[in-house]
């Protein structure tokens, strides 16, 4: 399937990406590198989010993908990339109600990340060391370390079979452990202080000014922790521009999220609109 794209490679993921897409590009990036000798690119149109590092030698481009061949990492729809593409070869996805945008569509629900799904798809004899990090970062990062309720025997079978290959255990949890300077946990302080819990179980924030999405994404964390809550939403208000995220173990917050032309997973999604 890959081997047939004949010229330049462009790989995308959606924007505001998070762990499993950036850890997804440079996944298939290092397998296309060991079967063809093509150019390829990476292309994320809002870059790399803060407290994501750049998990290869390749640069995260923000520029429009030029290459003749085109595929997308982790976009439930063509929207989630925030380009305008011609035309999609491959989409790989493990996302629910996936729009089948591409030629050739590869979605699997049963993966808790894309990065396993490339794992499965990957040849043996391709598997290297780095492969074996990369695909733990999507699974460890998407599952929220092995803990979401979507998580399968399968899943923890395919991470058994990585670890047999080589153990990237203790070295992926670390890239993903939250490094805070200390104005960051100043900021993480700011934004618990304005946490609300309502009378249906909801435990809230709505901020009023911009923070870092890891900031926002620590904050929903701990709210995740609070007893007594049936789903935790932070709403940031950046100049008209409400960027919401959802989190749940108890309620379907994708639907939530669709009703804002939002995505994302039965426990946890998000969406942005402009007012
Ligand atoms: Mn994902």
């Not at 959606?14 to 590198?33: R, T, V």
């Not at 929207?79 to 109600?97: K, S």
């Not at 304005?194 to 926002?216: D, E």
Request: hydrophobic content about 40%; some cysteine; aromatic content about 4%.
């Amino acid at each position: 399937m890959l081997s047939r794209l004949i010229g330049p490679i462009s790989l995308v993921c959606h924007q505001n990406a998070d762990f499993d897409a950036i850890a997804s590009l440079y996944l298939l990036e290092a397998w296309l590198k060991q079967i063809t000798q093509t150019n390829i690119s990476l292309h994320c149109s809002t870059g790399l989010s803060l407290g994501i590092p750049q998990l290869g030698v390749s640069p995260i481009l923000q520029s429009q993908p030029s290459h003749p061949n085109i595929i997308t990492l982790d976009c439930r729809t063509m929207q989630r990339t925030g380009y305008q593409l011609p035309e999609v070869a491959i989409n790989f996805d493990h996302h629910p109600n996936n729009s089948q945008f591409a030629k050739l569509n590869i979605i699997d629900l049963q993966a808790v990340s894309t990065t396993e799904l490339l794992w499965k798809l990957i040849p043996q004899q391709f598997k290297t060391p780095s492969i074996c990090q990369l695909a733990l970062l999507g699974i460890f990062s998407d599952s929220q370390n092995l803990s979401t309720p979507n998580l399968s025997s399968q899943t923890l079978r395919t991470c058994s079979e990585i670890l047999k290959i080589s153990n990237q255990l203790q070295a992926s949890l670390n890239i993903l452990k939250p490094k805070l300077k200390a104005q960051e946990l100043k900021q993480l302080g700011e934004l618990l202080l304005q946490s609300q819990i309502n009378s249906k179980q909801i435990a809230s924030i709505y901020l009023t000014q911009h923070y870092p999405k890891a900031i926002r994404n620590l904050a929903l964390q701990q709210l995740s922790q609070l007893q007594n809550t049936k789903a935790v939403c932070l709403i940031q208000n950046d100049k008209g521009r409400i960027q919401g995220s959802l989190r749940s173990k108890k309620i379907d917050v994708h639907k939530l999220s669709e009703l804002f032309q939002g995505g994302g997973h039965k426990n946890a999604a998000g969406f942005e609109i402009k007012i």
